[in-house]
């Protein structure tokens, strides 16, 4: 466990003692010095880590780890970290004060994961995200049944719901099934260009060859797939779009 507030650890060692007898806390440590020194001779299964440590953040420590070999929960008092976190590595988080529900919920993914040997893979997409320049080359960890596809963002032409999976699809023509629902991913895409222009599609932006406003309106897609524009969605994807040289040139 790693946190700077003494508070939350308390809290976070009460609720796993009374709810989580499968866990045990091997150690707690307050800065990422510590916690480096402490990973490394415990070698837990799970660390429960404070995005934010200052003079550190929590991207320092794992930068100690290039090939991690356990898995995070992120503990945070903002949102914003964390859920960036969460979208593009398909790692859970907590948001302080810690409410035992979204402990349950976190605790649950990580055994899933675990089990499944996922954690490894959902930190070095996170790290490898940490580290590059631009947007335009973020990966996404994409939850698969037993295993995890890690793909380009910037490949996903659209995504589809159907109840609770995802279908994506690939510039490559390939397709993926996700475990997750679209609007997780509507939550995690919407800065890279993606829109959710109906109410079981999202799409990516940079994708749309063409498109029409007359009723219903819709747009094509590189893959050459017809996607009805939802009426209700109609203004708010103009305003997406609105100076898009490509569009309005």
């Known amino acids: 466990m790693v ?3 003494e508070r939350q650890v308390h809290l976070l060692t009460d609720c796993i003692a009374a709810d989580f007898p499968q866990l045990s ?7 990422v010095p510590d916690a480096e020194k402490l990973i490394k001779d415990a070698k837990p299964d799970l660390v429960f880590l404070d995005i934010d440590m200052p003079p550190y953040t929590s991207f320092d420590l794992l930068e ?5 070999f356990f898995g995070i929960i992120f ?3 903002h949102q914003d970290y964390a859920l960036k976190a969460y979208e593009v590595a398909a790692i859970d988080y ?4 810690i409410q035992p529900e979204n402990l349950h919920r976190a605790i649950k993914r990580f055994e899933q994961h675990h089990k499944n040997h996922h954690a490894a893979v959902s930190l070095e997409t996170l790290l490898y995200n940490y580290k590059i320049d631009s947007n335009k080359d973020m990966k996404l960890s994409l939850p698969k049944g037993r295993d995890f596809e890690v793909v380009l963002v910037r490949e996903i032409i659209r995504m589809e719901g159907e109840g609770n999976y995802t279908h994506i699809f690939m510039q ?6 996700s475990t997750r629902q679209l609007g997780v991913y509507e939550k995690a895409l919407t800065s890279f260009s993606f829109f959710r222009i109906h109410k079981s599609h999202l799409i990516n932006i940079d ?7 007359n009723k219903p309106g819709h747009v094509i897609m590189s893959d050459d797939k017809k996607i009805e524009i939802a009426r209700y969605r109609k203004d708010d994807f103009l305003a997406q779009i609105n100076g898009d040289k490509r569009f309005f040139s």
Request: aromatic share 6%.
């Open 64 to 68: 100690r780890f290039p090939k991690p």
């Open 94 to 97: 907590i948001v302080k004060p």
């Open 207 to 213: 994708h749309i060859i063409k498109f029409c406003l």
């Open 3 to 5: 946190d700077d507030d």
């Open 75 to 77: 503990i945070t008092g």
């Open 25 to 31: 806390i091997v150690g707690v440590a307050h800065s």
């Open 172 to 177: 490559s023509g390939k397709s993926h099934i």
